[in-house]
């Protein structure tokens, strides 16, 4: 006869099954994935989808909601209306994940001291890449469009932007994502703090990534990435200052 705390496990261990929307929603996210049904696409009508499926109208639209919400799908309304594949972008996953550091009160600081942490590792991969030279050039083009502006807000969307091409510059796709993700939750306060920063503080960091990139241009990325990481470690020791006790909550709230 099962005890009390052995129901409990078997309840625990009692696997999910999925609904009948999570599946056909799982079916057809799958050949978006692939690559089998392209972004641009117009899915068949519904009566179409529900015989192929063999499933009710409500569930069929159960399963669009959920690719709707994961950006996979996007549903047009009235004539002709329709179903159309669509290319998810960062603000998918930077959407929970700016959920998840409000949740647990995430200080702004130590989003830019993961900043501090992640930025060399870019650097250090470009300075590995036989095309380091030309990789520059293009991030000290960037860079001087950022100098030419005179309107911080516009500063600080071109200094994201600088940093985005250094990770794509970079090669590896998986940190691109996850420090765009990063990125995109804390946009609004990188432009706020972009407003107070004082003169000095915009020559110095002329200075700094000049010096960053004739190091990754030589191929020095240990170099680069030494001196970038002690330069972020300082800017996030001075938003802790600029900002104590600020959570990315404050920052949504002030921003949006």
Excluded: C
């Excluded at 250090?124 to 860079?143: G, Q």
């Excluded at 000095?200 to 030494?226: F, N, P």
């Excluded at 972020?232 to 949006?256: W, Y």
């Amino acid at each position: 006869m099962p005890t009390a705390d052995n129901a409990g496990a078997s309840s625990r261990d009692r696997l999910h099954v999925p609904k009948t929307a999570e599946i056909v929603a799982g079916t057809i996210r799958t050949q978006i994935v692939r690559g089998e049904i392209p972004p641009g696409t117009t899915l068949p009508s519904e009566s179409e989808l529900m015989g192929q499926f063999g499933v009710s109208r409500s569930s069929l639209r159960e399963a669009f909601r959920i690719l709707e919400s994961e950006q996979l799908l996007v549903i047009r309304r009235g004539y002709p209306g329709g179903a159309r594949v669509t290319h998810p972008d960062i603000t998918v996953a930077s959407r929970h994940l700016s959920i998840l550091m409000q949740v647990d009160g995430v200080l702004l600081s130590d989003v830019f001291q993961a900043r501090a942490l992640i930025e060399p590792v870019a650097l250090r991969l470009l300075a590995a890449r036989a095309d380091r030279e030309t990789a520059t050039e293009k991030l000290l083009a960037l860079f001087a469009e950022i100098e030419r502006l005179a309107d911080p807000r516009a500063r600080a969307e071109k200094w994201t932007e600088f940093f985005l091409l250094l990770f794509d510059l970079a090669g590896n796709r998986t940190l691109r994502m996850l420090y765009g993700t990063v990125t995109e939750v804390v946009r609004q306060e990188i432009i706020q703090y972009s407003i107070r920063e004082p003169v000095d503080s915009i020559e110095s960091s002329a200075k700094a990534v000049r010096k960053t990139m004739r190091l990754v241009a030589a191929g020095r990325g240990d170099e680069a990435a030494d001196f970038w990481r002690g330069r972020m470690l300082d800017v996030s020791e001075q938003v802790a200052q600029t900002h104590s006790g600020r959570t990315v909550v404050d920052a949504f709230a002030s921003g949006n």
